[in-house]
């Protein structure tokens, strides 16, 4: 897949660009390379969600974002002390939209990561990655834009059959 | 599939505000199309959580590479540097 490769090469420059001025203001704090790498790849999640999403448009340069965003979530995170504080925090969830799943969530997931990847990826495409839907069409190989997205409608429908059983499996098993 | 469109419309906030309206009465009367509402806004968290667990492993297969691979053995003493000087 192009876009995957493309993908690996935005963030290898991404890592060669902003990472080491990362490490310098983490390793300055006295503190270890594990914690910077940390930061640094959830401040690359952003600035991937972000530039991916049509209406947001990042007023900086992707350096000065990065480094923005994993200074402030070094701090948000290790300087208060708690080394538990995690993306759940309340302010750093500003920036990352938080998304966790619950641990019910987290099962289904994980079904779906297996048993329906195909979907799940036509799905992050469009969804997720924001692609147009003449390159999902393209890249999943539908004759065109109206199969693609008459594919993208079964596979939530798919998906969607998959949550109301799920929920019905939780059900029985809460009683 | 139709509802399938109308439903997501509907989520993702691309209804004219009169079809919204009637839509909000439907699901008022239709217990079926409630749990289908909230089983479809379940699907795109999903997808969300799905695409960024994606996105973190290709981050990490990044690090890895930059990490191991000779020909990125001048960033590696680069990164070594910064966490020897303190």
């Excluded at chain 1, 203001?25 to 401040?43: L, M, T, W």
């Excluded at chain 1, 530039?51 to 208060?80: C, F, M, P």
């Excluded at chain 1, 990655?129 to 594919?151: E, I, K, Y």
Aim: net charge positive; charged share 25%.
């Amino acid at each position: 897949m192009e876009e995957r490769a493309a993908r690996q090469q935005l963030f290898t420059t991404l890592y060669q660009k902003v990472f080491p001025a990362v490490a310098k203001y983490v390793n300055k704090c006295g503190r270890s390379f594990d914690e910077a790498k940390d930061v640094f790849q959830d401040a690359l999640v952003s600035y991937y969600e972000k530039s991916h999403t049509a209406d947001v448009t990042i007023n900086s340069s992707e350096g000065a974002y990065i480094y923005g965003t994993a200074r402030y979530l070094w701090i948000k995170r290790y300087k208060q002390g708690s080394q538990t504080t995690q993306l759940d925090d309340s302010s750093a969830a500003s920036i990352i939209a938080e998304t966790d799943a619950a641990p019910s969530e987290d099962k289904l997931l994980h079904f779906l990561e297996t048993a329906g990847k195909r979907c799940m990826e036509l799905l992050r495409s469009f969804y997720y990655d924001n692609l147009p839907m003449t390159r999902v069409a393209q890249l999943f190989g539908f004759s065109g834009v109206r199969s693609a997205t008459v594919q993208k409608y079964k596979c939530i429908e798919k998906v969607r059959e998959t949550v109301k059983q799920k929920a019905l499996t939780y059900e029985d098993f809460l009683e | 599939m139709n509802e399938i469109a109308q439903i997501e419309r509907h989520l993702l906030n691309r209804q004219m505000p009169g079809d919204a309206l009637l839509f909000e009465a439907k699901t008022l009367l239709d217990a079926d199309l409630r749990v289908n509402v909230s089983s479809q806004q379940q699907v795109y968290s999903l997808v969300q959580q799905y695409g960024r667990k994606q996105l973190k492993q290709e981050i990490e297969a990044v690090h890895q590479q930059l990490f191991t691979q000779p020909e990125h053995l001048s960033f590696r003493q680069k990164i070594a540097r910064i966490f020897l000087n303190r």
